[in-house]
């Protein structure tokens, strides 16, 4: 069964700092892999997704996550983070052909310092 | 308006009743799902409407819950005789075709007193 690990519950940096966030998937073969945003009250945005190709995936609000095959990985990253990057990550999976029954991971939430 | 839209955004109701959830999805859009996330179990795929095809109810986690979609458009899920546990925000999401990235609405917050 596909599975997602998001190591990481809570992750707290400083505005400006940069960020990554973790996520390994299990699937058998190459997944669709997407990361998802959630702001308190709203659902789910999109941040970027990979189907194949190029590894290194860019995605709104200058975030970019990178495919790592050989470690089942999916980790998103931001050179610098603003205090409206504050939210909730979902890395997921998705079958890579008919229906994307999403499966997530339990979410990171990420607190801004000023 | 352009995205997917659900309503109610907050439903309270007693054990027991039923209740009936909502959700339009973007025009054009074939595909529409429901997830389920809750404290306890995070977000899970509920269920699949594709076109005309029979749903993929895979997800659903008893025979309480039921859904529909009418006219290959809006869909409803319906819960009965909730328990407390049915407590959770319901997102329904929608995409242009099956492997295309899904857009998700903001939720009906469910509460079970």
């Known amino acids: 069964a596909q599975s997602v690990t998001q190591p990481d519950i809570h992750i707290t940096v400083s505005e400006g700092a940069s960020l990554e966030l973790r996520c390994n998937y299990s699937?058998?073969?190459?997944?669709?892999l997407f990361w998802y945003v959630q702001s308190p009250g709203q659902g789910l945005q999109l941040l970027l997704k990979?189907?194949?190709?190029?590894?290194l995936v860019q995605g709104i609000k200058g975030f970019e996550a990178e495919f790592k095959r050989s470690q089942s990985s999916f980790n998103l990253r931001k050179p610098s983070v603003h205090w409206s990057d504050a939210a909730e990550y979902f890395c997921?999976?998705?079958?890579?052909?008919?229906?994307?029954?999403?499966?997530f991971g339990q979410g990171t939430r990420l607190t801004i310092n000023p | 308006g352009a995205g997917v839209s659900q309503s109610p955004s907050n439903k309270v109701t007693e054990k027991g009743k039923d209740v009936e959830l909502r959700c339009d999805p973007i025009?054009?859009?074939?595909?529409l799902y429901w997830y389920r996330q809750s404290l306890g179990q995070g977000l899970e795929f509920l269920i699949y409407?594709?076109?005309?095809?029979?749903?993929?109810k895979s997800g659903l986690p008893s025979d309480r819950f039921s859904a529909e979609r009418t006219g290959g458009s809006v869909s409803t899920l319906t819960i009965q005789r909730t328990q407390q546990e049915d407590s959770a925000v319901y997102l329904c999401?929608?995409?242009?075709?099956?492997?295309?990235?899904?857009?998700f609405g903001d939720g009906t917050r469910l509460s079970i007193l």
């Open positions: 997921a999976v998705g079958e890579i052909q008919g229906a994307q029954k999403l499966v």
């Open positions: 990979y189907f194949s190709g190029d590894t």
């Open positions: 409407f594709q076109g005309n095809s029979a749903p993929d």
């Open positions: 025009s054009g859009h074939t595909a």
């Open positions: 999401a929608s995409s242009l075709e099956p492997n295309q990235p899904q857009h």
């Open positions: 699937y058998g073969a190459t997944p669709y």
